[in-house]
């Protein structure tokens, strides 16, 4: 079973920056298209950012410019970078590997 736990919300105000990491086991990761996902109440999972295993990226676009996404193929992390936070940024991020794995979520929010 493909496990995947995420780290890293919070709470930060407007303009302020987290950073989200997963850890993924039970998963040849260095062949695995990862990626970050988030859910707001009330509205569908949407992609945030996902890179391939030979490092490709996309990102949605309301979050280009203020969100990297990286992978450690060492350690079987994935991170997301998240800076200049807009409080529609509040949601639950989850970390997705492969075609439908999936982590538990964390939940951030942007608030002053």
């Known amino acids: 079973q493909v496990q995947l736990v995420e780290s890293g919300g919070g709470l930060v105000q407007p303009g302020g920056s987290l950073r989200l990491s997963c850890v993924a086991s039970?998963?040849?990761?260095?062949?695995?298209?990862m990626g970050w996902y988030r859910q707001a109440p009330g509205k569908q999972r949407e992609l945030v950012a996902d890179?391939?295993?030979?490092?490709?990226?996309n990102y949605a676009d309301s979050v280009k410019g203020r969100f990297t996404i990286s992978r450690d193929n060492a350690k079987n992390t994935v991170s997301l970078q998240m800076n200049n936070l807009k409080p529609e940024d509040t949601a639950v991020y989850y970390c997705?590997?492969?075609?439908?794995?999936w982590g538990q979520g964390t939940q951030v929010t942007v608030s002053s």
């Open positions: 997705k590997a492969g075609f439908g794995f």
């Open positions: 890179i391939t295993p030979n490092g490709s990226i």
């Open positions: 039970r998963i040849r990761f260095s062949i695995a298209a």
